[in-house]
């Protein structure tokens, strides 16, 4: 009987590049492959056995590593996706009956296919704001009707951070909001599938914006910073979270090989990489958003505060211009739309982006 197969053999893959790895794109930061750091990661937690559904060594220190950055009490729960951690992380501080007030922008509202409410069976309140982001005058416009039986009941708020819109709270005003939820019995959920790029432009720790400002759960990226596959879900508040684990395990949401998620998050997070990557992508966006604004013809719209750009330029323009780069239409009504930047992207790419830009452009005029 043949040897089983080790890491270091070096058999030629049967798999054939596809793509062109030149090719870069402003619709996602999705888009961008996987940081060299964490493939080097994965190969080494590759090779031999581990038991399986997170009783591995990498899952066991990960909870020191996340303690590291969000304090003793901090509680991680690796888990496959963004949806799949906002889902779980609502139903673990909710009732059935419950309602979770958010940003009518908010990702949960605009881009899960209705899975908080599908999956998780809650009902989003949303409100409507002007940059994405709640305090606590636009969480009073829905969190009323506690004691009413034909209403949903509002127990949380869920903030994003960084917003859909590109914006970032500051840690007071998370801190405001919290004070307010709490008050009102409810609690708060964070969505951070771009947290790291929030830390990257306040300077600092993400524990200020979270756990000193009274967060009790967030949902972590990872995938939009530079990795494979994965995202966390981490309780900061243990009193008011209830059967993570079994909701994790229900909503399909726990990796056999677990090791490979947590392994990733080890690599980001132990030392600086997070970091170096977030503020690498948000000093593209602030690169691309200097350069249109010289070009005649360009709106930008919102403040660049993370690593996306919102800009308005004729449609012709832009749907000329997606045939050389990929990107989105933000508001099809208004002809807005984003470029995000990501840890891969570099001044060549802005620059050369920029400069197609303007030459559709001239050609439009």
Same mark, same amino acid.
């Given at each position: 009987?043949?040897d ?12 054939v ?6 090719t ?12 060299? &750091? #964490?493939? %080097?990661?994965?190969?080494? +937690?590759?090779?031999g ?7 591995? $060594?990498?899952? =066991? ?5 996340f303690r590291?950055?969000?304090g ?7 888990v ?5 951690a906002?889902?779980?992380?609502l139903?673990?501080?909710?009732e ?43 969480i ?11 209403r ?8 994003t ?9 500051t840690?007071? &005003? #998370?801190? %405001?909001?919290c004070?307010? +939820? ?6 708060v959920?964070?969505?951070g $599938?771009?947290? =790291? ?9 993400p ?34 979270v209830r ?5 994790r395990?229900?909503?399909m949401?726990?990796?056999?090989k ?12 132990t030392g ?12 593209m966006a602030r690169?691309?958003?200097?350069a249109?604004r010289?070009?005649?013809g360009?709106?930008v719209m ?27 239409f933000?508001?099809?009504a208004t002809?807005e ?8 992207t ?18 439009a005029?």
């Amino acid at each position: 009987m043949a040897d089983a197969p080790t890491v270091t053999d070096q058999h030629a893959p049967d798999a054939v590049r596809r793509h062109d790895p030149q090719t870069r794109g402003f619709a996602s930061d999705n888009y961008a492959g996987v940081h060299p &750091e #964490i493939l %080097a990661a994965l190969a080494l +937690a590759n090779g031999g056995h581990q038991v399986s559904y997170g009783e591995d $060594a990498y899952t =066991a220190h990960l909870q020191e590593v996340f303690r590291g950055h969000f304090g003793p009490t901090a509680e991680v729960f690796p888990v496959f996706n963004g949806t799949g951690a906002n889902v779980i992380a609502l139903q673990a501080v909710t009732e059935r009956w419950g309602a979770v007030i958010c940003a009518e922008t908010a990702h949960i509202n605009t881009d899960e296919c209705a899975a908080p409410e599908r999956v998780g069976g809650l009902k989003l309140l949303t409100v409507p704001t002007p940059d994405g982001k709640l305090t606590p005058e636009l969480i009073d416009r829905q969190a009323y009707g506690f004691t009413d039986e034909h209403r949903a009941q509002p127990q949380v708020v869920s903030i994003t951070q960084t917003t859909e819109l590109g914006t970032c709270y500051t840690p007071e &005003e #998370i801190r %405001a909001i919290c004070d307010h +939820a709490h008050e009102l019995g409810m609690a708060v959920h964070l969505d951070g $599938a771009r947290i =790291a790029n929030a830390a990257a432009f306040l300077d600092v720790a993400p524990a200020r914006f979270t756990t000193e400002a009274g967060v009790d759960i967030l949902s972590f990226g990872g995938t939009k910073n530079g990795l494979l596959f994965g995202e966390c879900v981490v309780v900061l508040s243990p009193e008011r979270v209830r059967a993570l684990p079994y909701l994790r395990k229900g909503a399909m949401q726990l990796a056999s090989k677990m090791r490979f998620v947590s392994v990733q998050f080890e690599a980001l997070l132990t030392g600086d990489l997070w970091l170096r990557s977030a503020r690498h992508a948000n000093a593209m966006a602030r690169r691309l958003d200097e350069a249109v604004r010289r070009i005649d013809g360009v709106r930008v719209m919102r403040p660049v505060q993370a690593n996306a750009v919102f800009a308005v330029l004729p449609r012709e323009v832009s749907e000329r211009l997606q045939k050389r780069y990929r990107f989105y239409f933000w508001d099809e009504a208004t002809g807005e739309v984003r470029w995000m930047c990501a840890f891969d992207t570099t001044e060549q790419d802005i620059d050369s982006f920029a400069a197609a830009i303007a030459e559709e452009l001239r050609t439009a005029g």
